[in-house]
Nanobody, 118 residues
Framework: VQLVESGGGLVQAGGSLRLSCAAS????????MSWYRQAPGKERELVAA????????KYADSVKGRFTISRDNNKRTMYLEMRNLKSEDTAAYYC????????????WGQGTQVTVSS
C-alpha cells in the first residue's frame, strides 16, 4: 500500500488549496479513505472521510462548509478542496486508508504541510 499526498503549501488566510492523495498497491475502490491533520503539539484529528464509492462523506465541524472531500476511483486519487483557509488550518495533512471495517486508517501517507498566514 502506498499513499502519496501533494498540493500543500503556504497560502494567505482566506485563500484556497487542493490536496491530492494518489494511491497504489490495493483495490482502491474497495476502501473508504480519509484526510487527517496534525498541528504541532496536537493530536492527529479527522478532517474528512469518504466512502469507497464516494456516496457518503463526513466532515469535522471545524471545516464544514469550507472543505470538500472527493475521490476519483478511475484515477485512484482522493482530493481535499480547501477554501476560506484560516490560520488554525495550519497543519500537516495526511491521507489514510481504512481497514475496510472501520474508517480509522491503518495505512498513512507521508503528509503534506499546509501553512496559512494571517
Amino acid at each position: 500500500v502506498q499513499l502519496v499526498e501533494s498540493g500543500g503549501g503556504l497560502v494567505q488566510a482566506g485563500g484556497s488549496l487542493r490536496l491530492s492523495c494518489a494511491a497504489s498497491g490495493f483495490t482502491y475502490r474497495a476502501y473508504a479513505m480519509s484526510w487527517y491533520r496534525q498541528a504541532p503539539g496536537k493530536e492527529r484529528e479527522l478532517v474528512a472521510a469518504i466512502s469507497s464509492l464516494g456516496g457518503e462523506t463526513k466532515y469535522a465541524d471545524s471545516v464544514k462548509g469550507r472543505f470538500t472531500i472527493s475521490r476519483d476511483n478511475n484515477k485512484r486519487t482522493m482530493y481535499l478542496e480547501m477554501r476560506n483557509l484560516k490560520s488554525e488550518d495550519t497543519a500537516a495533512y495526511y491521507c489514510g486508508r481504512s481497514s475496510g471495517v472501520e474508517i480509522k486508517p491503518i495505512y498513512w501517507g507521508q503528509g503534506t504541510q499546509v501553512t496559512v498566514s494571517s
